[in-house]
């Protein structure tokens, strides 16, 4: 093995344990009215709670959302809130199968990743968003929005 190969290993080496690290740095880092939560949405699942800070003000809540029960049509409302997604995609690739979207209903999306996001005014009353199963109206899942950071409510 020559002296430039090694050198070029160490440089990857080098990136990915950079990359790795810079990652590791940003996973924490939360910014003020903007929170990440991730959901597994099953039929008769407890409330999931999701905590959005001390402050008030305008939040957005990205959701990613795995419909895990066989409702193709599904809803996320929430009263007051905007209710919005990237689907449709701008561009339709061929071959492929993605939910659509429009007013808070997602069509064709039995077992699909979905992402959603939720914009509201924190006014500091209670706060619901649901997922209904948008054929029969019944409730599939509930999530309760929260003020404070959870930490001591949450298992480790």
């Known amino acids: ?5 090694v050198k070029q290993k160490y440089k990857t080496a080098l990136c990915i344990i950079a990359g790795l690290a810079v990652g590791a740095a940003f996973s924490k880092v939360e910014f003020p009215g903007y ?10 699942a407890e409330a999931k709670p999701v905590y959005i800070g001390e402050g008030g003000g305008r939040q957005v809540l990205a959701l990613t ?9 599904i809803e996320i409302r929430m ?15 061929p071959f ?17 990743r979905l992402p959603v996001y939720v914009t509201f005014n924190d006014d500091g009353g209670d706060r619901k968003i649901e997922i209904v199963d948008s054929t029969d109206g019944s409730i599939i899942q509930t ?10 409510r949450q298992h480790h």
């Open 1 to 5: 093995m020559g002296g430039g190969e």
């Open 35 to 44: 929170k990440h939560v991730m959901a597994m949405v099953r039929k008769g």
């Open 65 to 73: 959302v795995k419909n895990l029960t066989d409702s193709k049509e």
């Open 96 to 112: 492929s199968r993605v939910p659509s979207f429009e007013g808070g209903r997602f069509s064709d999306a039995a077992g699909k």
């Open 79 to 93: 009263d007051g809130a905007s209710i919005e997604s990237w689907y449709p995609p701008v561009v339709a690739m």
């Open 143 to 152: 999530m309760d929005i929260l003020r404070g950071k959870g930490d001591e």
